[in-house]
């Protein structure tokens, strides 16, 4: 459903606008869609016939020994897999990616079994037949000769500037590859790298051109991933808990930088969720090849793109990625996801967990965050359940599984605040990681601690935000007469069920006083009295926007957007005079930029203008694109690039030269780096980045733009 994609995407910058930068479906093979931020626990979707509870054996302990060769795509293996029969069987299946060849399978005593591959060419599925029957509760070991290569995706491989194999990769035979099992695992890959796994790190070998690292988990994990490259480490040892950076030599500055940032926002967890659940926390940069920050949460360590790991920190970018990715060391990481359709317990969950850190340590961008939010979340139409959860991925595709469970997901636990109290969400949560940690849960299991700490029938609440797609409209009936000294209206809740009960804040402003007023509202209609002293108030309804509501920014944002995708649709097609069209209509329809996207629309009318010559009009475009600024520094900052980019391509036609490279030149030196690596993601997906193009205009580069 690319269409539909484009037309809640409205802007360029792919690399601020998702958080956690979306990748295209993975090749896995169960169409499980893989988004870049990836916990290791979401992957048990992919599994839902093994995480029932009527799977016939458990996975209890892996000792895994991989060789790798980076160059050559490569790895062997040997796994011993202790299992737990739940029921009697003969036979057991598993499953092992198919490209992988297997020598062997083996029991403890060195007894040859056979296996059978599924018929099914590119199915992962594995029969082994264990020879002989187990009772339930036997203990069964199998040991798994095997090697080859990985038919990876953007998230998974194999090659000389670096390793990554996440569960989904199935480079391990499981049954459940969100098992909490005992692991221990033997990297072996060339001198000079170093491997990362789960637990802690109990040797490290160099044997002539290869070293060994051996890793170990204290307490079952939830993954089995495997990360490895050339990378320097700085550790940290702090408490009880020793921190590790690995990146690779061109960003080793980067280390002290980002072990500071790991320590303060684990820590920030731990003092609102649980301790840390291990001994060590490894963050690592891997080539991940995504435009953008994207990042992957397994037990223990977390990898993140060259991206996240260059910019984290720079002013405007993106502060939510990181406290996000680490959130998933308690969620999901330590409580998994019972299905598919608990996705908002991962991914809403660990952005409200970022937004908690940003509200204390960064309060405007925590501001910005819910804003941003609250516009993308309401800019999908229709609106989806958020229980379709990871699903969202492969149905309707990642940016509205990012609008769905990311942005409203979020939103939904800043309204819970307002219905339950916000200390209540927190308690909430930490009986959650109490109560489930090494084992899974669903969005159920949540409501019902919810209604437990909070003495609540909470049905209505995760009816109407989680299982439906209820948004209420809220305003205020203000009495006209009201005696004086009080403040008499009603609030007003439309589409909402009877029992629909939220506290909605009402600041109230008189010439003498400032009132922090709320009223915990009942079904549709409530009164309510403030009494004041000074002039006749100014109130403000629900100005964090706490509450997920339709706004008029929302509705607004939500026409602008979907003309903004028409007109690149119609673009992609070559009928640019319509696309100019749906333009000029959205722009129409919000002259007050109360959407925030005008700047956009604009410069999409600017570029079309410069693409057709008529350089009058796209001046004038680009200029208002320039100027129309919105309460998002970033979004401003990524037109103002484009529009200046633009206008110097601009005199550049005009054979102005001089004026086109002073314009380039002052870009160069003033945009912040990450935005130089933005593209225009509306003219296509392999435009160049502003930087190329601000190098071409500068004469750095030989080859002109692709497109100009
Ligand atoms: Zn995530």
Same mark, same amino acid.
């Given at each position: 459903?690319?269409?539909?994609?484009?037309?809640?995407?409205?802007?360029?910058?792919?690399?601020?606008?998702?958080?956690?930068?979306?990748?295209?479906?993975g090749?896995?093979l169960?169409?499980?869609?893989?988004?870049?931020?990836?916990?290791?626990?979401?992957?048990?979707?992919?599994?839902?016939?093994?995480?029932?509870?009527?799977?016939?054996?458990?996975?209890?302990?892996?000792?895994?020994?991989?060789?790798?060769s980076?160059?050559?795509?490569k790895?062997?293996?040997?796994?011993?897999?202790d299992?737990r029969?739940?029921?009697?069987?003969?036979?057991?299946?598993?499953?092992l990616?198919r490209?992988?060849?297997?020598?062997?399978?083996?029991?403890?005593?060195?007894?040859?079994?056979?296996?059978?591959?599924?018929?099914?060419?590119?199915?992962?599925?594995l029969?082994?037949?264990?020879?002989?029957?187990?009772?339930?509760?036997?203990k069964?070991?199998?040991?798994?000769?095997?090697?080859?290569?990985?038919?990876?995706?953007?998230?998974?491989?194999?090659?000389?500037?670096?390793?990554?194999?996440?569960d989904d990769?199935?480079?391990?035979?499981?049954?459940?590859?969100?098992?909490?099992?005992?692991?221990?695992?033997?990297?072996?890959?060339p001198?000079?790298?170093?491997?990362?796994s789960?637990?802690?790190?109990?040797?490290?070998?160099?044997?002539?051109?290869?070293?060994t690292?051996?890793?170990?988990?204290?307490?079952?994990?939830?993954?089995?991933?495997v990360?490895?490259?050339?990378?320097?480490?700085?550790?940290?040892?702090?408490?009880a808990?020793?921190?590790?950076?690995?990146?690779p030599?061109?960003?080793?500055?980067?280390?002290?930088?980002?072990?500071?940032?790991?320590?303060?926002?684990?820590?920030?967890?731990?003092?609102r969720?649980?301790?840390?659940?291990?001994?060590?926390?490894?963050?690592?940069?891997?080539?991940?090849?995504?435009?953008?920050?994207?990042?992957?949460?397994?037990?223990?360590?977390?990898?993140?793109?060259?991206?996240?790991?260059?910019?984290?920190?720079?002013?405007?970018y993106?502060?939510?990625?990181?406290?996000?990715?680490?959130?998933?060391?308690?969620?999901?990481?330590?409580?998994t996801l019972?299905?598919?359709?608990?996705?908002?317990?991962?991914?809403?969950?660990?952005?409200?967990?970022?937004?908690l850190?940003?509200?204390?340590?960064?309060?405007?961008?925590?501001?910005?965050?819910?804003?941003?939010?609250?516009?993308?979340?309401?800019?999908?139409?229709?609106?989806r359940?958020?229980?379709a959860?990871?699903?969202?991925?492969?149905?309707?595709?990642?940016?509205?599984?990012?609008?769905?469970?990311?942005?409203?997901?979020?939103?939904?636990?800043?309204?819970?605040?307002?219905?339950?109290?916000?200390?209540?969400?927190?308690?909430?949560?930490?009986?959650?990681?109490?109560?489930?940690?090494g084992?899974?849960?669903?969005?159920?299991?949540?409501?019902?601690?919810c209604?437990?700490?909070?003495?609540?029938?909470l049905?209505?609440?995760?009816?109407?935000y989680?299982?439906?797609?209820?948004?209420?409209?809220i305003?205020?009936?203000?009495?006209?007469?009201?005696?004086?000294?009080?403040?008499?209206?009603?609030?007003?809740?439309?589409?909402?069920?009877?029992?629909?009960?939220?506290?909605?804040?009402?600041?109230?402003?008189?010439s003498?006083?400032?009132?922090?007023?709320?009223?915990?509202?009942?079904?549709?209609?409530t009164?309510?009295?403030i009494t004041?002293?000074?002039?006749?108030?100014t109130?403000?309804?629900?100005?964090?926007?706490?509450?997920?509501?339709?706004?008029?920014?929302?509705?607004?944002?939500?026409?602008?957007?979907?003309?903004?995708?028409?007109?690149?649709?119609?673009?992609?097609?070559g009928k640019?005079?319509?696309?100019?069209?749906?333009?000029?209509k959205?722009?129409? #329809? !919000?002259? +007050?930029?109360? $959407? *925030?996207?005008?700047?956009?629309?604009?410069?999409?009318? @600017?570029?079309?203008? %410069?693409?057709?010559?008529?350089?009058?009009?796209?001046?004038?475009?680009?200029?208002?694109?320039?100027?129309?600024?919105?309460?998002?520094?970033?979004a401003?900052?990524?037109?103002?690039?484009w529009?200046?980019?633009?206008?110097a391509?601009?005199?550049?036609?005009?054979?102005?030269?001089?004026?086109?490279?002073?314009i380039?030149?002052?870009?160069?030196?003033?945009m912040p780096?990450?935005?130089?690596?933005?593209? #225009? !993601?509306? +003219?296509?997906? $392999? *435009?160049p980045?502003?930087?190329?193009?601000?190098?071409? @205009?500068?004469?750095? %580069?030989?080859?002109?733009?692709?497109?100009?």
């Amino acid at each position: 459903m690319k269409t539909n994609e484009n037309k809640m995407r409205r802007g360029l910058l792919t690399l601020i606008l998702l958080i956690c930068a979306f990748l295209t479906p993975g090749s896995s093979l169960e169409g499980v869609a893989s988004s870049a931020c990836f916990a290791s626990s979401t992957s048990s979707t992919s599994f839902t016939s093994f995480t029932s509870s009527t799977s016939p054996v458990r996975a209890e302990a892996y000792r895994i020994e991989v060789a790798f060769s980076p160059a050559e795509g490569k790895l062997q293996a040997k796994v011993s897999l202790d299992l737990r029969a739940v029921e009697p069987m003969r036979a057991m299946e598993l499953e092992l990616a198919r490209s992988l060849e297997i020598h062997s399978v083996e029991t403890m005593e060195g007894q040859k079994l056979r296996f059978e591959r599924s018929r099914l060419a590119l199915s992962p599925k594995l029969l082994v037949d264990l020879d002989k029957p187990a009772a339930a509760g036997d203990k069964i070991t199998l040991v798994f000769r095997y090697g080859g290569k990985i038919r990876g995706g953007l998230l998974d491989f194999v090659r000389s500037d670096g390793i990554l194999l996440r569960d989904d990769a199935r480079w391990y035979p499981a049954v459940d590859l969100a098992a909490f099992t005992q692991l221990e695992t033997r990297i072996t890959v060339p001198a000079g790298w170093e491997a990362v796994s789960s637990g802690n790190l109990v040797s490290r070998e160099e044997h002539g051109k290869q070293v060994t690292f051996v890793w170990q988990a204290g307490s079952a994990v939830s993954s089995r991933s495997v990360a490895a490259g050339p990378y320097r480490e700085q550790r940290l040892r702090q408490g009880a808990i020793t921190y590790a950076i690995h990146l690779p030599g061109q960003h080793a500055e980067r280390s002290s930088w980002l072990l500071g940032r790991a320590r303060r926002i684990l820590e920030f967890y731990a003092a609102r969720f649980a301790p840390y659940p291990h001994a060590s926390f490894s963050l690592l940069e891997a080539p991940i090849e995504s435009h953008g920050a994207a990042g992957y949460a397994a037990a223990g360590f977390s990898a993140i793109s060259p991206e996240g790991v260059e910019f984290d920190g720079a002013a405007l970018y993106s502060p939510e990625f990181l406290p996000h990715e680490l959130a998933h060391q308690w969620f999901p990481n330590e409580v998994t996801l019972a299905g598919a359709e608990d996705g908002w317990l991962a991914e809403g969950l660990a952005q409200y967990a970022a937004l908690l850190y940003l509200r204390e340590t960064d309060p405007p961008q925590a501001k910005l965050l819910v804003e941003r939010s609250h516009l993308g979340a309401l800019a999908v139409d229709p609106l989806r359940p958020i229980s379709a959860g990871l699903k969202l991925f492969s149905t309707d595709g990642a940016s509205i599984a990012d609008a769905t469970l990311y942005q409203r997901g979020l939103l939904v636990f800043t309204t819970l605040e307002t219905v339950i109290g916000r200390s209540r969400v927190e308690q909430a949560l930490r009986e959650y990681y109490a109560r489930y940690r090494g084992r899974a849960a669903s969005i159920a299991d949540f409501e019902k601690i919810c209604e437990e700490v909070s003495h609540r029938e909470l049905k209505w609440f995760f009816d109407y935000y989680i299982r439906g797609t209820g948004i209420p409209t809220i305003s205020l009936d203000v009495l006209a007469n009201s005696p004086p000294g009080e403040f008499q209206a009603t609030i007003r809740i439309a589409d909402v069920p009877e029992n629909f009960s939220v506290r909605v804040d009402l600041p109230l402003v008189t010439s003498t006083e400032k009132i922090d007023h709320s009223v915990a509202t009942i079904g549709s209609a409530t009164p309510f009295t403030i009494t004041y002293s000074g002039t006749r108030p100014t109130i403000d309804l629900d100005p964090e926007l706490k509450i997920l509501r339709w706004t008029d920014a929302a509705r607004v944002n939500r026409a602008v957007s979907k003309r903004m995708g028409r007109a690149d649709d119609l673009l992609q097609e070559g009928k640019a005079a319509n696309a100019q069209a749906e333009l000029e209509k959205a722009a129409q #329809l !919000d002259p +007050e930029n109360v $959407s *925030g996207s005008l700047g956009w629309v604009f410069l999409r009318l @600017g570029r079309i203008g %410069l693409r057709q010559g008529r350089i009058s009009a796209a001046r004038n475009f680009l200029r208002r694109a320039g100027k129309t600024s919105s309460s998002d520094p970033l979004a401003d900052a990524g037109v103002g690039l484009w529009s200046q980019i633009s206008i110097a391509q601009l005199e550049e036609r005009l054979g102005r030269k001089t004026a086109a490279r002073r314009i380039f030149r002052s870009l160069r030196g003033t945009m912040p780096a990450f935005l130089l690596r933005s593209r #225009l !993601d509306f +003219e296509g997906p $392999s *435009g160049p980045t502003a930087g190329e193009v601000i190098a071409v @205009g500068l004469g750095k %580069l030989a080859i002109q733009p692709v497109r100009h």
